[in-house]
């Protein structure tokens, strides 16, 4: 199975901060690479598909970038909705595997 | 407006069985695959099984292979999942999802339901 190691596991920020969250792969995925939000007690939310490809409805704050194994998810500046766990997650092999998570606080 | 309606979760003594199902709508439900991801409490996302638009193939997480089952029926709208020999480390919040597949090959949970709470224990 693909391993996906994100960093930091969590981070603390300020409304109006660029936040950058990393993901690396185990071997190589291509651009198969997938970034999702969950807030508390919610189902996720599929925010980036295909590394860098916004979902439809997503804010043009997030942005998602990399191939092969380094991949980075970047808010542009970080809004009090935006408060939340977000997961990476590759499509290269089955199984389809998530990152560790990264939360981000106040 | 797609919508997914997991139900069926609840709690079951470890050794037990228990049927989820997922209700869709707002999509033609039998040309996309269906998928099962587990949360456990306070953890991460864990993908459990796929299921094609057809039902005719399936693919499940070694963690399950053989005690869970993935079934749909098409004229119904329903994805199911049949769980037996139950675990403690099954506890978890079980979302279905929609897969969208691109052309190029990537594939993303594109939509999820709200998710019903399965606890094992006695």
């Known amino acids: 199975d693909i391993q996906m190691t994100q960093s930091p596991s969590s981070l603390s920020a300020s409304v109006g901060e660029r936040v950058t969250i990393t993901c690396r792969a185990s071997q190589s995925i291509s651009n198969f690479l997938n970034w999702y939000q969950q807030k508390a007690g919610k189902a996720p939310r599929l925010l980036i598909h295909?590394?860098?490809s916004l979902q439809s409805g997503v804010p043009s704050s997030f942005s998602g970038s990399g191939s092969g194994t380094d991949f980075t998810l970047t808010i542009s500046s970080l809004q009090p909705e935006d408060f939340a766990t977000y997961y990476c997650?590759?499509?290269?092999?089955?199984?389809?595997?998530f990152g560790q998570g990264t939360k981000v606080e106040i | 407006e797609v919508q997914l309606l997991e139900s069926g979760g609840g709690l079951v003594q470890p050794g037990g069985s228990l049927r989820l199902s997922c209700a869709a709508s707002g999509f033609t439900f039998s040309i996309y695959a269906m998928n099962w991801v587990r949360q456990a409490p306070g953890k991460g996302l864990e993908w459990v099984s796929v299921i094609s638009g057809s039902g005719d193939s399936t693919f499940y997480a070694d963690s399950v292979k053989g005690r869970l089952t993935i079934s749909r029926d098409n004229s119904k709208n329903t994805l199911s999942l049949q769980m037996n020999s139950l675990r403690a480390e099954d506890t978890a919040v079980y979302y279905c999802a929609t897969l969208r597949q691109d052309d190029g090959g990537n594939s993303a949970f594109d939509y999820w339901g709200q998710g019903t709470l399965v606890t094992v224990s006695s």
């Open positions: 997650q590759q499509s290269y092999s089955t199984p389809p595997t």
């Open positions: 295909t590394a860098s």
